[in-house]
């Protein structure tokens, strides 16, 4: 299905009540949640999505998280706020097929999903939004919204993103960053006026703060504070939360007929998953994938000095920060020897964005120091020559491979600042963007031994058989 977006339709102020019809195909596997999306990028959402998690945790629900689109660092802190594995939901890559097998399969009585950037934002194409996502499946959707240097304002902003589309139930709002009772009582006031539902405010904490850097948040696994963030993050948001009422409002998803799933193919038998703070940038849908199909995962980190498992038969290399750590995966002479030594018994061996720098000649810091990586594929990268890549990708393979045969098309995403110095060899893919233009050969391949800076999420849905 391609998700064409259509002209909204003015529709009638938010009640909390859905105004599109159930679906006939709707079958209900007992779990029910709720959409946590924002007007923008910084809002919060992802600070109140996570004490929203640890909250109900406490109270003794299972609750599964998602993460709309393709993002691998929001995910980590709803995993350790929710105490399962938060999985991606991306209208844009998955099939409606996909969305659908996600979404049933998931473990927990109920289940959230915070939004991707702004709810109506989605691929330059216009389509893959979280407004779509919520439509496709008649889910409710909880505002977040930063309140800093707004009071009535607040409230506009809220009825026109509920006014905004006919299939978007906007069920209510949440407030962040809410400086003082009188603030609080200005917004709830401002709210009712325009019959807006608020459900809660996180009030402004200087200590709750989600740092940040070059590809997103700092990564959960690297905050040693992380329970604590969570558990404080979760007592200011309890304070001022009508849990009864997200409980009351929280729905089924409205599932479509199930058809099968033509999955990122096992590379191998046994396949061993860098897997670390340098490499912790994976789709947890692919490796779920390789195991039903009867593969062996298991894990190792370069950054230990660890090499893939002798016996496997494929390696996988994820992305991350290669580039912060680029001298001790320089100086970790048993991790890149296990590289080369897996390329010499003929393993299949992907790298993606980061995984992609480190099989190369070298990668060079962002103080312009030259650090020799594995040197299994032609290609030379920079850190200090730093340029922006970022948006979906439509690929299709060159030659047949380990991914498939010739003609194969994928969809993925690329998001990095690193450059290309020198690349000599086989392009592994024929790249365009969303908009299926701006096409240009990219990646490389050395017999099994293969990578790109586009991380792949799906087969193409539009062409897969």
């Not at 009825?159 to 589309?165: D, E, M, P, W």
């Not at 599932?255 to 998953?273: C, E, F, W």
């Not at 963007?433 to 031994?449: T, Y």
Request: net charge negative; glycine share 10%; charged share 20%.
């Amino acid at each position: 299905m391609n998700y064409a977006y259509t002209k909204p339709q003015a529709r009638k102020r938010c009640t909390g009540v859905s105004t599109r019809a159930s679906s006939d195909t709707n079958s209900d596997n007992g779990a029910r949640g709720w959409v946590l999306a924002a007007p923008s990028s910084n809002s919060g959402k992802t600070l109140v999505s996570a004490a929203l998690l640890r909250l109900l945790t406490r109270k003794g629900a299972a609750v599964t998280p998602f993460k709309v689109g393709p993002d691998y660092i929001d995910p980590g802190f709803l995993s350790a706020a929710a105490g399962l594995t938060c999985g991606n939901l991306d209208p844009w890559a998955m099939a409606p097929e996909r969305l659908n097998q996600l979404l049933q399969e998931q473990s927990g009585s109920r289940f959230l999903i915070e939004g991707v950037m702004g709810l109506f934002d989605g691929a330059v194409s216009g389509d893959g939004s979280t407004a779509d996502l919520t439509a496709m499946f008649n889910l409710p959707v909880i505002l977040v919204i930063n309140a800093k240097g707004q009071g009535a304002s607040a409230a506009a902003l809220a009825q026109g993103f509920a006014n905004y589309r006919t299939d978007v139930n906007v069920a209510g709002v949440i407030f962040t960053q809410v400086g003082s009772r009188r603030h609080q009582k200005m917004l709830f006031d401002a709210c009712a006026e325009v019959n807006i539902r608020v459900f809660g405010v996180l009030a402004a904490d200087p200590s709750l703060l989600l740092q940040a850097r070059h590809l997103g948040l700092v990564q959960a696994s690297e905050r040693a504070d992380l329970d604590a963030l969570l558990d404080r993050a979760a007592d200011n948001l309890g304070r001022d939360l009508d849990l009864a009422g997200l409980h009351d409002i929280a729905a089924a998803p409205a599932y479509t007929t199930i058809n099968s799933v033509d999955p990122v193919p096992p590379l191998g038998q046994h396949i061993a998953v860098a897997a670390d703070i340098a490499f912790g940038f994976r789709y947890h849908h692919v490796l779920d994938d390789w195991r039903r199909a009867g593969a062996e995962i298991s894990f190792f980190s370069p950054l230990a000095d660890k090499a893939p498992n002798l016996d496997a038969d494929a390696v996988y290399l994820p992305g991350g920060y290669p580039e912060l750590h680029a001298g001790a995966l320089a100086a970790n002479q048993a991790f890149l020897s296990g590289l080369r030594d897996a390329a010499a018994r003929d393993a299949v061996i992907l790298g993606e964005c980061g995984g992609f720098m480190v099989l190369g000649q070298g990668v060079l810091d962002q103080d312009g120091r030259c650090h020799a990586m594995a040197g299994l594929l032609g290609l030379e990268t920079s850190f200090a020559k730093r340029k922006l890549h970022l948006g979906y990708r439509q690929v299709r393979l060159r030659q047949s491979g380990p991914l498939g045969a010739r003609g194969v098309d994928y969809r993925g995403h690329e998001f990095h600042y690193a450059t290309i110095t020198e690349e000599q060899g086989e392009h592994l893919f024929t790249a365009r963007d969303a908009l299926g233009e701006q096409s240009a050969e990219v990646g490389l391949c050395s017999g099994k031994v293969m990578g790109s800076f586009i991380h792949l999420i799906d087969r193409d849905h539009r062409t897969a058989t």
